[in-house]
């Protein structure tokens, strides 16, 4: 772009009258600015070319070197890993004992609650006269131990009155062999007052 606005300059001057040492000097400057551009032109081609090779040469390296580096960053990463791995095993563990230490305090004081509800509970139904759990399984115990106490004393009634008739039946035979003496029949004897 500079030399085109060189080449403008260069040319509005040629318009006016120039002498032949004007029009020479204008060709040699012409002349010097194609050769200044051709030169940027090969210095650009120049470095583009070694830029180039430069890539080349690090793709070959990479290719020879490449096996050794790629080792060399999976033994770094194994030992970081390691590394990770261990802090992250002892953070759980202490996360977990922290779990467990907070756990074990609710779970204390909400045993502790439950006591206090309970009792408060309990105390409140009493004044109602409402029975409980354990006073109604008492009761059930004691009806169930009155209930074995009257069988009981019903299976000693029974074998007490099965056995008095079998008493009375041999009393009853021995009479019906023995002879009854007749007792003499009481007069009443009314009394005159």
């Given amino acids: 772009m500079a030399s085109r606005l060189k080449q403008a300059q260069q040319s509005a001057q040629a318009t006016k009258t120039s002498t032949p040492v004007e029009q020479i000097t204008e060709k040699l400057g012409q002349v010097a600015a194609t050769l200044s551009e051709q030169q940027i032109a ?20 990479t290719q020879v070197e490449g096996k ?5 960053l999976v033994k770094q990463g194994e030992a970081l890993e390691s590394r ?11 996360a977990r004992d922290q779990a467990t230490k907070t756990f074990e305090a609710a779970s204390g004081k909400f045993d502790k609650l439950e006591q206090v509800f309970e009792a408060r509970v309990h105390k409140s139904l009493n004044r109602l006269g409402v029975l409980t759990s354990k006073d109604v399984e008492a009761l059930s115990n004691q009806v169930a ?8 004393l019903l299976a000693q009634e029974k074998k007490t009155t099965v056995a008095r008739p079998a008493a009375k039946k041999v ?12 007792k003499p029949a009481r ?3 009314a009394q005159k007052k």
Avoid at 42 to 51: D, L, Y
Avoid at 145 to 152: C, G, K, N, Q, S
Avoid at 176 to 182: I, L, M, Q, R, S
């Fill in 68 to 72: 050794k580096v790629f080792e060399t």
């Fill in 42 to 61: 090969k210095q650009v081609m120049e470095s583009a070319q070694q830029i180039w090779l430069a890539g080349l040469g690090a793709f070959s390296k």
């Fill in 187 to 189: 007069r009443k004897v």
């Fill in 145 to 152: 131990e009155l209930a074995d106490t009257v069988r009981a």
């Fill in 171 to 182: 009393v009853a035979k021995k009479a019906a062999k023995a002879p009854v003496a007749k």
């Fill in 84 to 94: 990770t791995r261990h802090v992250a095993e002892a953070t759980m563990e202490t």
